[in-house]
């Protein structure tokens, strides 16, 4: 009994690693993928003045992709999108996936953005209170938020 119970338990995490090197290898062309945080900024990266035009480059969708295991045999994925508005309203979705459950969880922040030299500040929406700052910089196709990368898309 034991044994019969172990095979279907086989094929799923079998499955969800499949499922893993997958996603890496399709999230890889279009954002970021494991923990790969960045030291230093790659050359080019100088800050953006507080400028209008230095604002204008960070207006778009920008998202970061992270896959990992769970220490239990579990694959996941959590993906983080920033969409700047040029109006100055600004939303991050996150969605948390458990590749091996085939469940999801996602939460929505709404807000708005405004830039400051070097400095990129998200306040949020109510009910919701506070804002939170980052340093940012733009390397060609790639936004910084202090040293966490996201791929334009």
Known sequence: MTRGRARPRRAVLAAGAMAALLLSAACD?????????????????????????????????????????????????????????????????VIARNLGAAVADTVTTRGTWTSSGNQLTFSFDPPLTGAVSYRYRIVPDTLYLDDLAFARR
Do not use: K, M, Q
């Open 29 to 93: 062309e279009g954002g970021t993928v494991g923990l790969r945080t960045p030291a230093t900024i790659p050359a080019g990266g100088a800050p953006l003045p507080g400028s209008a035009a230095g604002a204008r480059e960070v207006v778009g969708t920008w998202t970061r992709t992270l896959a990992f295991s769970d220490g239990f045999g579990g694959f996941n994925t959590s993906e983080t999108t920033w969409t700047f508005a040029p109006t100055g309203a600004a939303t991050r979705l």
